[in-house]
C-alpha cells in the first residue's frame, strides 16, 4: 500500500501567485516526521520544511508552509509568491522509527511549473 | 560547511559489471543513506550507515551492498549490473539524530 500519495503529477501557478501540493500519508506510528524536498532539473534534493507529528502548529520556513492536518493525514506545502525559480519536482516524505531506527518514505513527486 | 559530496557523478557501464559508487557526507555527520531514484519506481531507500554499521535497509537484493568507513564516507557498491539498474543514486548525510538529511547530487548510472 502506498504510504506517501501525491495525485498532482503536475502543476501550473503564475508568479507571484501561491500554490497548494498536497500530500497524504498513511501510518500506525505515534511518532513520525513529515518533510518535503524540492529536486531542481539539476538532480539535487533540497531540503524545504519538516513537521513532526507532535507539532502542534504548522511549520513554516520563508515561503514554505507545511499545512498540516492530523485528522486527516494530509501534509501539504504551500509556496507563496512563487518565483521562477521555484519550477522544480517536489517530493513529500515521510519518517518511519522502525524497529528504533528510521526509514524514509518519498512519494513519486509533483512536478510544479512557475508561469511568468 | 562543505556540502555532501559524491564521486562519480556519472557513469556508463555494461550488463554484467560491478561498480562503485562513493559518497562523502557533511563533516560531523555520521549517518548515510542511500536512494535509488528511476522514473518508474521513484525514490527508493537503499540503505543507511551509521557509525560503520547497517543500520537499516530496504528491499533490494543482495547484489546492492554498501560499506561505511571510520571518517563516515560510505561506498555502495551494485554487482553483476542489470539493464534495471540505470538510475540516479543518491545518497543522503545526516548527524544520525535530528531528522534533517541533506542530499549530494547524485551519480547518475547508466548500464548498457
Known amino acids: 500500500a502506498q504510504k506517501i500519495t501525491q495525485t498532482q503529477p503536475g502543476m501550473f501557478v503564475q508568479e507571484k501567485e501561491a500554490v497548494t501540493l498536497d500530500c497524504t500519508y498513511d501510518t500506525s506510528d505515534q511518532s513520525y516526521g513529515l518533510f518535503w524536498y524540492k529536486q531542481p532539473s539539476s538532480g539535487e534534493m533540497i531540503f524545504l520544511i519538516y513537521q513532526g507529528s507532535y507539532d502542534e502548529q504548522n511549520a513554516t520556513e520563508g515561503r514554505y508552509s507545511l499545512n498540516f492536518q492530523k485528522a486527516r493525514k494530509s501534509a501539504n506545502l504551500v509556496i507563496s509568491a512563487s518565483q521562477l525559480g521555484d519550477s522544480a519536482m517536489y517530493f513529500c516524505?515521510?519518517?518511519?522509527?522502525?524497529?528504533?531506527?528510521?526509514?524514509?518514505?518519498f512519494g513519486t513527486g509533483t512536478r510544479l511549473k512557475v508561469l511568468a | 560547511k562543505a556540502g555532501v559530496t559524491q564521486t562519480p557523478r556519472y557513469l556508463i557501464k555494461t550488463r554484467g559489471q560491478q561498480v562503485t559508487l562513493s559518497c562523502s557526507p557533511i563533516s560531523g555527520h555520521r549517518s548515510v543513506s542511500w536512494y535509488q531514484q528511476t522514473p518508474g519506481q521513484g525514490l527508493q531507500f537503499l540503505f543507511e550507515y551509521f557509525s560503520e554499521t547497517q543500520r537499516n535497509k530496504g528491499n533490494f537484493p543482495g547484489r546492492f551492498s554498501g560499506r561505511q568507513f571510520s571518517n563516515s564516507r560510505s561506498e555502495m557498491n551494485v554487482s553483476t549490473l542489470e539493464l534495471g539498474d540505470s538510475a540516479l543514486y543518491l545518497c543522503?548525510?545526516?548527524?544520525?539524530?535530528?531528522?534533517?538529511?541533506?542530499f549530494g547530487p547524485g551519480t547518475r548510472l547508466t548500464v548498457t
Open positions: 516524505a515521510m519518517r518511519e522509527n522502525t524497529s528504533g531506527t528510521y526509514k524514509y518514505i
Open positions: 543522503a548525510s545526516s548527524t544520525g539524530i535530528s531528522y534533517e538529511q541533506y
